[in-house]
């Protein structure tokens, strides 16, 4: 097993448990896109652990790595085959470990995706459980039923699949005949498994101990809340059920008996050193839902869609942070903040023209959102809880909104005729130099094109440039490390201010203002300027905020 650095815990000093995840700033690493070690395109655990030097100087305290198991890549290894290996075109499980080891050297936490709701339809279970027809005990750790009408032409329920469609998908049994339905809430080659079943339960308790023997930190749950389905598979009585997600309790999503699962789960988690942890990606109808996933007994954070689907606006800005806070105080929980992951459009472009939803397809004005961006990502930093940072955001990247149909991966995008599954957008590569074939992420090109303007968003181009948001993360970073009102913590004080403007000070000596307006505007200055998204030159007392912008003072 990996063994431990005191200097791991880097905020041990700052809060009164010493849990590290109470404060600490996450890293998303999309492996295929961050960079690509052996120059076939594609990136890999080599890359990765490559680059973790550079993670380490940014300033964050953990690396989340989505999925790098053994998959066919039907949905960019979320449709996993076996949860014990690497995918050959990530690496090898001595890569993973060798990065696990580098990681910690630096001072760096490994989270690892967890992928529980479903598996692959090449994972042994489900190929056994085809193959051997109706009546495999296999078929029981799956939802397997038998269709509707006469013949059992029509599926057993109407639920929708999240990419698309129907979802559940028609069988063919040994001798050709029609068989029965499979459930699959996202593509057809991802199966729901049936969490009723006692070895499922088993088996994601091994694969839990599997991974924490070799040394990670935590896990991140994908679809957390999708893994218990309401008794009887009931018809939901709607058609366009994407609409709906988000407005209730759905009978396939945040079922109750999730949380059995997850209190096992700690226990296990609590048996290992060094504060492994488990993160929910649960999306829920209100963040008052969202903390049943985080009670003391059960997983440690859970990710703040609420706050990252919240529009520029100071007014929404300001109920999504208290929602949030008031949510998991009474559990104990550390909020967690979000503006971009690898199922929605990066920030910098979502925030580039008028509200929107979490997916937007214009580019909007390039130069609004990335003024926005920088002024959110200060306002996120300086929340109290936990924050994750989506690889490339740092460097300011849009999201790529002209990719060509044709090289388009997202599975939605084909199920949908071109009507949704725009992800492929913010998972383009990121360049770490300004010139070379895929901009240093590798020498064989990159799986998805980059746009000619990334050579000046470059790791390279922008280090050592002042006022770059990539030095701008770096500087936030370690102010925010340094800084003692910064970090843990549950409490926000709100100031007057001019509206559109928010100022909020935190125990300690600190105030941040933002002003989310198209205009500047002038507020007492309330102490000395720390860190400023644009320039600011307090002057008798005064400051005059820019447009769209972010400060932080020190008091």
């Known amino acids: 097993m990996t063994q431990y650095l005191a200097d791991a815990q880097h905020h041990a000093d700052r809060t009164a448990s010493g849990d590290w995840w109470r404060d600490a700033v996450i890293y998303q690493v999309y492996p295929r896109s961050f960079a690509d070690g052996n120059g076939d395109g594609m990136g890999d655990l080599p890359g990765i652990r490559s680059r973790l030097p550079y993670l380490k100087e940014l300033g964050v305290d953990a690396v989340w790595l989505s999925p790098f198991y053994a998959s066919p890549q039907a949905d960019a290894g979320y449709d996993v085959a076996d949860y014990r290996a690497i995918d050959p075109m990530f690496g090898t499980l001595l890569d993973a470990d060798a990065l696990i080891r580098d990681a910690h050297d630096l001072g760096l936490r490994i989270i690892v995706d967890l992928v529980p709701n479903h598996s692959s339809d090449a994972h042994e279970w489900f190929k056994r459980a085809l193959k051997e027809g109706p009546g495999s005990p296999l078929r029981d750790r799956y939802h397997f039923r038998p269709g509707k009408g006469a013949d059992g032409e029509l599926p057993p329920n109407d639920w929708e699949s999240i990419f698309g469609g129907p979802a559940w998908t028609r069988t063919r049994n040994p001798d050709g005949t029609p068989g029965d339905w499979y459930l699959h809430l996202f593509a057809p080659e991802q199966p729901d498994f049936n969490w009723e079943h006692p070895a499922v339960a088993d088996e994601f308790r091994s694969?839990?101990?599997?991974?924490?023997?070799?040394?990670?930190?935590?896990?991140?749950?994908?679809?957390?809340?999708?893994?218990?389905?309401?008794?009887?598979?009931?018809?939901?009585?709607s058609g366009d059920q994407l609409k709906l997600l988000g407005s209730g309790v759905m009978p396939f999503f945040d079922q109750d008996g999730v949380h059995e699962i997850y209190r096992a789960w700690r226990t296990i988690l609590d048996e290992y050193p060094g504060d492994r942890i488990a993160v929910a990606e649960a999306w829920t109808p209100t963040v008052e839902r969202t903390a049943n996933y985080v009670r003391p007994d059960e997983l440690h954070q859970a990710f703040n869609f609420q706050y990252l689907g919240t529009h520029w606006d100071a007014a929404e800005l300001r109920r999504a942070i208290d929602a949030s806070l008031d949510a998991m105080r009474p559990v104990g929980a550390p909020a967690t903040w979000v503006l971009s992951n690898?199922?929605?459009?990066?920030?910098?472009?979502?925030?580039?023209?008028?509200?929107?939803?979490?997916?937007?397809?214009?580019?909007?004005?390039?130069?609004?959102?990335?003024?926005?961006?920088?002024?959110?990502?200060?306002?996120?930093?300086?929340?109290?809880?936990?924050?994750?940072?989506?690889?490339?955001?740092?460097?300011?990247?849009?999201?790529?909104?002209?990719?060509?149909?044709?090289?388009?991966?997202?599975?939605?995008?084909?199920?949908?005729?071109?009507?949704?599954?725009?992800?492929?957008?913010?998972?383009?590569?990121?360049?770490?130099?300004?010139?070379?074939?895929?901009?240093?992420?590798?020498?064989?090109?990159?799986?998805l094109p980059q746009p000619d303007s990334w050579a000046g968003l470059s790791v390279e181009a922008q280090t050592g440039d002042p006022n770059s948001t990539l030095e701008l993360y770096r500087r936030a970073l370690a102010a925010r490390r340094e800084h003692p009102a910064l970090g843990a913590g549950d409490a926000v004080e709100w100031l007057d201010a001019p509206e559109g403007v928010l100022a909020l000070r935190r125990p300690g000596g600190f105030v941040c203002t933002v002003n989310t307006t198209g205009a500047a505007v002038r507020i007492p200055a309330p102490g000395r300027v720390l860190l400023a998204g644009s320039a600011v030159e307090p002057a008798d007392g005064e400051a005059e905020l820019p447009a769209d912008s972010a400060v932080w003072w020190t008091v």
């Open 207 to 237: 694969i839990l101990r599997f991974w924490l023997d070799m040394g990670v930190d935590g896990f991140r749950i994908d679809v957390a809340h999708g893994l218990v389905k309401a008794a009887g598979l009931p018809d939901l009585g």
């Open 342 to 447: 690898h199922d929605v459009t990066r920030h910098a472009t979502r925030f580039a023209g008028p509200p929107a939803g979490t997916q937007v397809r214009e580019a909007g004005d390039r130069e609004l959102g990335l003024r926005r961006a920088r002024a959110a990502t200060l306002l996120m930093l300086a929340l109290p809880g936990s924050a994750y940072l989506y690889q490339g955001e740092e460097l300011g990247l849009p999201d790529v909104t002209d990719l060509p149909d044709e090289v388009r991966q997202d599975p939605a995008f084909g199920r949908t005729e071109g009507q949704d599954g725009f992800r492929d957008g913010c998972r383009v590569p990121i360049p770490w130099t300004a010139d070379g074939p895929s901009y240093g992420f590798g020498a064989g090109g990159s799986w």
